[in-house]
């Protein structure tokens, strides 16, 4: 008992406290520190390197965001990709599109794998689709070997770019997400804090400008337990058929005949989807197109 405090460089000054009722697990990877501990009022958390990577309690608003902004936005997904995603959240999300036939995950560490199997089942049953692969390596060398035009979808749901999802913020791997998508195909990526981040926000706008030839957005939501209580969302497609993230042409309704099994949506839906992309004007300035 006690509390759990969120202190980072990556956020100086401040630090989100939950209440510890029991720590469950804790260990080093090759890659990191690995925590599960019983929180009083947000069910099991997974820490990561001292860093928050989920709680039972609010997970539902991140997954879901960041698979069905990129999925609802196109019709008729196929092939998805995941990169990183190791507790399976993103893959219960993404089985939920009964028109995908193949999702590949590449996540580095397989303490993530199996500690979110053990204590997050809820979370981990994306696996037990039998349309999901597992690979454990690093996710830029993955792209690498992927023949070009692959995937309908990307998405990267990575940790923080201080740790092993470093490269994940880098040119070079936008550079490889984008070969491996067909055109008009579409990537999402975890984009940081519009309150912590602005600057490499800013650094990862550029970039993705100058890659993805088709449409590039930033769209956010709440996430009570992230640092400033909220995370971003980078939406790019390449060039080709285009892309309109910001109105669902392929809207997910809470009975899609693959969610029965998912339990129902928690925070998605269709007008959330529209808002996400409304930016307060601090934001619009460095986002937006000049
Ligand atoms: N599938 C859940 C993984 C969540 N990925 C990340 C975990 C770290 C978190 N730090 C937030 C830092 C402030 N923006 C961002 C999401």
Redesign the pocket.
Same mark, same amino acid.
């Given at each position: 008992p006690g509390w759990f405090s969120e202190i980072?460089p990556?956020?100086p000054g401040e630090a989100h406290s939950l209440k510890v009722e029991k720590i469950l697990f804790q260990g080093n990877s090759e890659y990191q520190k690995v925590m599960v501990f019983q929180s009083s009022t947000y069910g099991k958390v &997974?820490v &990561?390197d001292g860093? +928050?990577? &989920?709680t039972e309690r609010d997970?539902c608003a991140?997954?879901e965001m960041?698979v069905h902004l990129p999925l609802c936005s196109i019709s008729n997904p196929k092939k998805v990709l995941v990169i990183?995603?190791?507790?399976g959240?993103?893959l219960r999300e993404v089985s939920r599109h009964s028109s995908v036939e193949q999702i590949d995950i590449c996540e580095i560490d397989k303490m993530v794998v199996d500690v979110s199997k053990q204590f997050f089942p809820d979370?981990a049953v994306g696996y037990e689709d039998p349309r999901v692969t597992l690979h454990i390596g690093d996710g830029v060398a993955f792209l690498k070997a992927v023949p070009e035009g692959t995937y309908d979808a990307v998405i990267v749901?990575?940790?923080?770019p201080i740790g092993p999802a470093q490269e994940l913020f880098e040119k070079p791997f936008f550079e490889s997400v984008a070969r491996a998508l067909r055109p008009g195909g579409v990537v999402c990526t975890?984009a940081?804090?519009i309150w &912590?981040?602005m600057h490499i926000i800013e650094d990862i706008v550029k970039n993705c400008r100058q890659i993805f030839k088709g449409s590039v957005n930033y769209a956010w939501t709440t996430?009570p337990t992230?640092?400033?209580g909220? +995370?971003?969302f980078m939406l790019c497609s390449t060039e080709g058929p285009s892309v309109d993230f910001k109105h669902p042409v392929n809207p997910i309704d809470a009975n899609d005949s693959q969610s029965k099994s998912k339990g129902p949506l928690k925070f998605y839906n269709s007008e959330i989807h529209t808002a996400a992309f409304c930016l307060p004007s601090f934001a619009k300035k460095v986002i937006e197109p000049k």
């Open positions: 980072s990556m956020w &997974l &990561l860093v +928050i990577q &989920l997970e991140y997954q960041i990183g995603g190791g507790d959240g993103v979370v749901d990575s940790s923080d975890q940081e804090s &912590l981040h996430v992230y640092p400033s909220v +995370i971003g």
